[in-house]
C-alpha cells in the first residue's frame, strides 16, 4: 500500500531548462511533506519542505508546490544545473507520529551538460 | 566532522549469523531512526527511539533489536540473519519529533 507515489522513475534535461520532479500521496491525514535529495553511496539530505498550511515554498532555485485537493506535490528547478543530478525522494509525515516518514520510491534525475 | 555516522559501511555475512551495525550522531539530536531500503527501493521506517526510548516500533521481526545506550548512539543488532535481510540500513536522527531528519551514509548488508 503505497501511500506516497513517484510515478516518474527517471527523468532527464538539459542544463539551464525546468526540472519538475512529481508526487501524489492518498493519506489524507499528511500535513507536511518534504523532498530528500540522495547521491549515490550517501544517505538523503534534506533539501525542502512545505505544510499543508501552504501551498508553495520557495528557496533559490528549489520550489515546491503543494495541492491538496488533488493530493498532489510538485518539486521544480530552475535553473536546472548538473550537479542537481541524483535521486529526489518525496516524504510525507502527519496524523498519528509525526515523525514517521513515509517515503516514496524516488526518481533519479539527469541534468545533461 | 560527520554528522550521522554508520559502522561498517558494508557487512556481507553468511545466513544464519549474527552482526550488528552501529549508529552515532554529534548534532545533539534526541531522536534517532532506522530506515531499511530494499530492493524496490523503498525507504521504511523501522524504529525509532527518543532519549533512549522506543517511540516507533513498526511490523519488524523480533530478530531485529535496536539498542540505544544513550541519546548520541542507536545500534541496530539483527539476529539469525535471513536473504530477505539484504537491504541498505540508513540511521538517521532529528531534534524531537521532527520529520526534518538528518542520515547517515547507510550501511549496506548482503546475506549469502
Given amino acids: ?12 534535461v538539459q542544463e539551464g531548462r525546468i526540472s519538475i520532479l512529481n508526487c501524489d500521496y492518498t493519506n489524507s491525514m499528511f500535513d ?4 530528500y535529495k540522495k547521491y549515490p553511496a550517501e544517505g538523503p539530505t534534506f533539501l525542502i519542505s512545505i505544510s499543508s498550511i501552504k501551498d508553495k515554498n520557495e528557496d533559490g532555485r528549489f520550489t515546491v508546490f503543494l495541492n491538496k485537493s ?3 506535490l510538485s518539486l521544480h528547478i530552475v535553473p536546472s544545473q548538473p550537479g542537481d543530478s541524483a535521486v529526489y525522494f518525496c516524504a510525507a509525515s502527519g496524523g498519528s507520529g509525526s ?8 526518481t533519479k534525475l539527469t541534468v545533461n551538460p | 566532522d560527520t554528522a ?7 557487512l556481507v555475512t553468511q545466513m544464519g549469523n549474527d552482526k550488528s551495525i552501529k549508529c552515532e550522531q554529534n548534532l545533539g539530536h534526541d531522536t534517532m531512526y532506522w530506515y531499511k531500503q530494499d530492493s524496490k527501493k523503498f525507504l521504511k521506517i523501522m524504529f525509532s527511539y527518543n532519549n533512549k526510548e522506543l517511540i516507533i516500533n513498526e511490523t519488524v521481526p523480533n530478530r531485529f533489536s535496536p539498542k540505544s545506550p544513550d541519546k548520541a548512539h542507536l545500534n ?3 539476529n539469525s540473519l ?8 540508513f540511521c538517521a536522527s532529528s531534534h524531537g519529533a521532527s520529520a526534518m531528519q538528518f542520515f547517515g551514509p547507510g550501511t549496506r548488508l548482503t546475506v549469502l
Fill in chain 1, 1 to 12: 500500500d503505497q501511500q506516497v507515489k513517484q510515478n516518474s522513475p527517471s527523468l532527464s
Fill in chain 1, 32 to 35: 507536511y511533506f518534504l523532498w
Fill in chain 1, 70 to 72: 488533488a493530493k498532489h
Fill in chain 1, 99 to 106: 515523525e514517521k516518514l513515509v517515503f516514496g520510491k524516488g
Fill in chain 2, 4 to 10: 550521522v555516522s554508520q559502522t561498517p559501511k558494508y
Fill in chain 2, 76 to 78: 541496530l543488532h539483527i
Fill in chain 2, 82 to 89: 535471513e536473504l530477505g535481510d539484504s537491504a541498505v540500513y
